[in-house]
Nanobody, 127 residues
Framework: QVELVESGGGLVQAGGSLRLSCAVS????????MAWFRQTPGKERDFVAA????????YYADSVKGRFTVSRDNAKNTVYLQMNSLKPEDTAVYYC????????????????????WGQGTQVTVSS
């Protein structure tokens, strides 16, 4: 069973930075994509960023472009989300997710198209 374990969340002041990590294990897919989503109470889980594992191609939500960077370390089987210039509206539980590359690339931002999820890590940005 694929396992995703997030870390790196916490409390930070507005304008600060955090780096989230997601360690991936037990992957049986030959090719896949990794993404970050976030969710606040009472709202749906929204796409933040994604990266294709082999080519490292990246995708971002408009709300985080220019501030967040998604990357992966193939040797460590880890995906990262570097978050800079954080705003109070970035406060959420952040989840990493894995999607088999057999799915259409058009689904890379779709929360219902991901096969495995981590447990989430809280990010709180104070004003």
């Amino acid at each position: 069973q694929v396992e995703l374990v997030e870390s790196g969340g916490g409390l930070v002041q507005a304008g600060g930075s955090l780096r989230l990590s997601c360690a991936v294990s037990q992957v049986t897919f030959s090719s896949y994509r990794m993404a970050w989503f976030r969710q606040t109470p009472g709202k749906e889980r929204d796409f933040v960023a994604a990266v294709t594992w082999s080519a490292g191609r990246t995708y971002y939500a408009d709300s985080v472009k220019g501030r967040f960077t998604v990357s992966r370390d193939n040797a460590k089987n880890t995906v990262y989300l570097q978050m800079n210039s954080l705003k109070p509206e970035d406060t959420a539980v952040y989840y990493c997710a894995l999607q088999s590359s057999t799915r259409s690339l058009a689904l890379i931002t779709g929360r219902n198209a991901y096969d495995f999820w981590g447990q989430g890590t809280q990010v709180t940005v104070s004003s």
